[in-house]
């Protein structure tokens, strides 16, 4: 080590504070690195949980984001199962039913689904819905705790409430065949699963056929973008997108923390230049009659700008191992804070720390630091020798 | 002609946003054809009306046309007459509106009924969880500022050293030092507030003017308020002071040789 970065030590109050300073900053670029990738790349993996790379949702809609359904989901299944690219089709349906529990009334959110080709949930106990199990029921712990329920239990539920008879319609008997984990509910929802054609029959939606969406998986070394634009074409009454197609969508709506991200990430970095800079050239100009008392006996001016640069970068590099321990830890109290949005799958994450965030922010911050030494370096290596040395001396 | 007219009075009145009538070229008086679905055959109405929604900061990111219909209009139109979201309620005066929806609540099968103060706030969770990260960030920003107002002043007395050896030298007393060297350190934190309150509120006025045109809205995203501007400048008069006092502490107790660098 040469006697710059070793010049830290002489004075350890204003190098700790520097660090402290230069932690603090490190600590939220690396937050706002997470934050500004960690958000696609949350939404994306959440995405393709179960591998299905394609969504099929009403026109202008995206998946659950509205009430509307497509009509003759059938036929648009058909449609894409005979396309060599496909692996996998299936639909799903929304809708709200009714469980009694004693003198209450509990609402569910209700999936119809087609278990064999299904990308919404993975199974945590018990049994999946068999094909031809109509009176199959799949439960979440959430929905599991309110109804009291359990594998093997029977669970009544009805499509509607009819609030001038006080009673329910369609009403229909279920057996509990094992706990779900629904991948795209929020934190505590209450979501139930029974087959597609049986939730369509109950909310009068089965003469039309309709579905809320369709998932595809396609085959490997099929791009699902294709298959996604050559679908939307052919079928301009729904909208066929492809993961990244969803992504490019959420991107627009999560503008505004990607460019807070961005801007605090930003003012990070120049408080981590104003910082070294400043502590560099202070103690440049404390050192000047050492430094070029150095240059007087033939050390060169190169050396003296490597030693300074080295200063600025090893201050840099200490915060930054500091700021990483902190940022990790920030990060996780901030993305407590985030995933509490009303809505939100439960599984999705804004910060996600990923090796190429850390390397990403850890480069900028030492790029930064080091080129934060070129002034105070520059002031070092330029000082006149004979009246430095005259000014010293007096 | 004649029987162009008659067609369109006897067709629904709509009432169309703003964004959408400018987007679309559409004006009072125009027909568009509305549908529930992509794929249904819907109905034809007239334009009635353009509307500028109140700002919405729930919708602003969503970028939804809206339309405005008469109810049963929009019910024939889904294919769900008599069918409604739901009911609004005034009460008669002195009514409170928790024991009203607390008595429906105990009649009611298959719909539930809120006092306007829990749908509010129910539906300001969203903003609460923003307001709360907001927070959090500013903790974070407050405590780098922080340390950076520390250092920076330690490092602004520390440059005195050779004036503090020089007063040591020709007799001015630790007491005198200590206080030019602490009302030299409020001068700058006052001046680094002020510039940094003039920087804020230039950075404000960027960010709405940014996001206002971008979501084409008159929501204020940036807002200093007076009781922001008085605790950051208090805070930073107060750290600024703080690390003054301690620079300046350190710098009077250490001998005047040493200060000038011969001790």
């Known amino acids: 080590m040469g006697w710059g970065p070793r010049s830290l030590a002489r004075h350890p109050l204003r190098t700790a504070l520097s660090l402290a300073g230069i932690a603090v900053a490190a600590a939220m670029l690396l937050d706002m690195v997470m934050l500004s990738g960690g958000l696609e790349r949350s939404f994306a993996d959440l995405m393709l949980t179960r591998g299905f790379q394609i969504r099929v949702t009403p026109a202008g809609t995206l998946p659950f984001d509205a009430d509307a359904t497509i009509a003759g989901a059938g036929g648009l299944r058909d449609t894409l199962r005979a396309d060599p690219r496909v692996a996998v089709a299936g639909a799903v349906l929304g809708a709200s039913l009714h469980a009694r529990r004693g003198d209450s009334v509990v609402t569910l959110f209700a999936y119809g689904v087609e278990p064999e080709a299904q990308g919404i949930y993975q199974l945590e106990s018990g049994r999946d819905l068999a094909p031809g199990d109509s009176a199959g029921l799949l439960l979440s712990q959430p929905a599991a705790a309110i109804l009291h329920a359990r594998p093997g239990d029977q669970v009544t539920l009805a499509a509607s409430l009819d609030p001038g008879t006080a009673g329910a319609r369609a009403e229909r008997t279920f057996v509990v065949r094992g706990m779900v984990r629904w991948l795209y509910d929020y934190r505590g929802q209450r979501s139930i699963g029974l087959p597609l054609a049986t939730l369509q029959a109950m909310t009068g939606r089965a003469a039309e056929d309709r579905v809320s969406l369709l998932m595809v998986k396609v085959r490997p070394g099929a791009d699902a973008g294709l298959v996604a634009r050559s679908f939307r074409e052919r079928h301009p009454r729904v909208a066929a997108n492809s993961v990244a197609d969803l992504v490019a969508a959420f991107r627009v709506r999560m503008l505004y923390f990607r460019q807070l991200a961005w801007i605090l990430g930003t003012v990070s970095l120049l408080v981590t230049i104003l910082l070294v800079t400043t502590l560099l050239t202070i103690t440049v100009n404390e050192r000047l009659g050492e430094i070029v008392t150095l240059r007087a006996i033939g050390v060169s001016r190169a050396h003296v700008v490597r030693q300074v640069m080295a200063e600025g970068l090893a201050l840099t590099l200490l915060g930054a191992l500091l700021g990483a321990a902190l940022g990790l830890v920030t990060a996780r109290y901030l993305d407590a804070i985030l995933t509490s949005f009303p809505g939100l799958p439960a599984a999705f994450s804004f910060f996600v720390p990923r090796p190429d965030a850390i390397a990403l922010a850890g480069a900028a911050l030492l790029v930064t630091g080091t080129l934060a030494g070129i002034y105070p370096a520059w002031r070092a290596a330029g000082a006149p020798i004979a009246a430095t040395l005259r000014a010293e001396a007096t | ?263």
Not at chain 2, 140 to 146: D, L, P, T
Not at chain 2, 180 to 187: F, G, P, R
């Open chain 2, 1 to 263: 002609m004649l029987l162009a007219l008659l067609v369109a009075a006897q067709l629904p009145r709509v009432a169309i946003e703003r964004r959408l009538a400018a987007e679309a070229a559409l004006r009072v008086g125009d027909t568009v054809a509305l549908a529930s679905t992509a794929d249904s055959a819907g109905t034809r109405a007239v334009v009635g009306a353009v509307f500028e929604p109140p700002a919405d900061p729930a919708a602003v990111l969503r970028r939804e046309y809206r339309v405005r219909l008469h109810l049963p209009d929009l019910a024939g139109l889904l294919g769900e007459p008599d069918r409604v979201d739901r009911f609004g309620v005034a009460l008669r005066p002195g009514v409170s509106p928790d024991s009203a929806a607390s008595r429906l609540n105990a009649l009611a099968f298959g719909f539930r009924a809120y006092p306007s103060k829990a749908i509010a706030a129910e539906s300001s969770r969203t903003f609460l969880v923003v307001s709360r990260f907001h927070r959090a960030i500013a903790v974070i920003s407050i405590v780098a500022s922080a340390v950076f107002l520390l250092c920076i002043m330690l490092l602004k007395v520390e440059e005195r050293r050779a004036d503090a050896a020089v007063m040591r030298f020709v007799g001015v007393r630790r007491r005198t030092i200590f206080g030019a060297l602490l009302l030299e350190a409020a001068l700058v934190a006052l001046l680094g507030s002020l510039l940094g309150t003039g920087i804020a509120f230039g950075a404000g006025a960027l960010t709405n003017l940014y996001y206002q045109r971008l979501f084409e809205t008159r929501l204020v995203f940036s807002l200093i308020t007076p009781s922001i501007v008085a605790f950051s400048v208090a805070l930073s008069l107060a750290l600024g002071l703080a690390a003054g006092a301690l620079a300046a502490a350190r710098l009077t107790r250490t001998r005047p040789m040493v200060l000038w660098g011969r001790g």
